[in-house]
């Protein structure tokens, strides 16, 4: 299919629909949750971690969501980058109207969307917070 379309480049999401290494074209592997830990409830058995693991070696690229997931692939993938999600402010300004229902008026709100594990960094943004907080942000 790929030669038959003539496609240039593939960027795989999916991490057990393809062998990548059987591709003759270049892969960039896209990274969108931590596929390398054990995970029962979404499937990943230690055999489905080392054949994801394989593909992203077998990748000519891999882009990550978190810095985290960065450093980890990059620890046996050199090729690797982050692209963070990205968020449309426009839209969370409708969240200051919750405000007055949550009983939040003049408080700070630290808002997060996502799942939160180890791989997502709210850690570090929370630590990030903390090291800048004063009686004006706080």
Known sequence: LIERLQIDVVVNANALLFDIASIKVPVIYDLVDDHLEINPDIGLTQKRIEKIRKDIEASNGV????????RKVKKFH????????????????KARSLKKELVL?????????GGIDEWTGIEEAVEEYLKIKDDTNA
């Open 105 to 113: 008026e003049g408080k700070k709100v630290f808002g997060f969307i």
């Open 63 to 70: 882009v990550c969501v978190t810095e985290i997931l960065e």
């Open 78 to 93: 050199a090729n690797t980058t982050t692209i963070e999600n990205g968020v449309y402010v426009e839209r969370f300004k």
